[in-house]
């Protein structure tokens, strides 16, 4: 998503066609997503590999083997969220100053050097409020999941969120999922902390100490919501 943030950010033609093709995949209903490449892996692909002789490519069981399923939910799961990282790292790019990546550049600093020792530097509060999103998406995995593989073959694709969902509501062992809830929002939690902590320490400011103390407390906030919806969730189930 960062690559594309920062391909998109330069000045080439019909960017903002190409940002909203991007974005147009997270819009869209998990579980409408979810049949859409099931039917692709399951009808088109074995259609095309029959019309153009590909034997390699009719021979691969997507839904039918452990490994095959597992990049067959990552894949969708990349594809439907890539655009939504893509547009914060878009807004954290442009709130670099133009005259900071001047000056690196009269400075000698050009190329994957300006990448690495300006913008990704300026870019460490968006990074932590993406990966803090990446994370509790994985452990709030759900619909993708549930509507390609239901968890198979041999649970090889059942992520937290849907163990808890049948332990509860299929098994009906409603204790047991209750507490496996709180589980996860322990783990959520204390990942939380940590990579705060990792990140917030490579934070780096180029307005005054108040306005860094804003936004560090505004990603507080959002980072605390976003597990107490998680916990929320989690019970309800």
Known sequence: SFVLAYLLNKNIRAKGLSRALFFI???????LVAFIWTFIFSQILPNLAEVMHWDWLGSISWFGSP?????????????????????IYTAGLQT??????????????????????????????TITINLFVSISGAFKAFDVPNAMTAGGPYGTTMPVA???????????????????????????????????????????????????????????WSCWYLVSSLYCRSCFW
């Not at 995949?25 to 579980?31: L, M, Y």
């Not at 490994?67 to 547009?87: D, E, K, N, R, Y």
């Open 96 to 125: 670099i100053p133009v005259d900071l990546i001047e000056a690196g550049k009269i400075d000698g600093c050009t190329g994957f050097r300006l990448i690495k020792d300006i913008q990704l530097p300026l870019l460490m509060p």
């Open 162 to 220: 849907m163990d808890i969902y049948k332990e509860a509501f299929v098994k009906y062992n409603m204790g047991y999922g209750a507490a496996k809830s709180v589980i996860l929002f322990l783990v959520v939690a204390a990942v939380t902390l940590i990579q705060l902590n990792f990140t917030r320490k490579r934070e780096v400011s180029y307005r005054w100490e108040r306005r860094r103390k804003k936004a560090i407390s505004w990603q507080h």
């Open 25 to 31: 995949p997270n819009i869209i209903s998990a579980v």
């Open 67 to 87: 490994g095959t399923a597992t990049f067959t939910i990552i894949l969708v799961s990349v594809w439907q969220q890539i655009g939504f990282l893509m547009m």
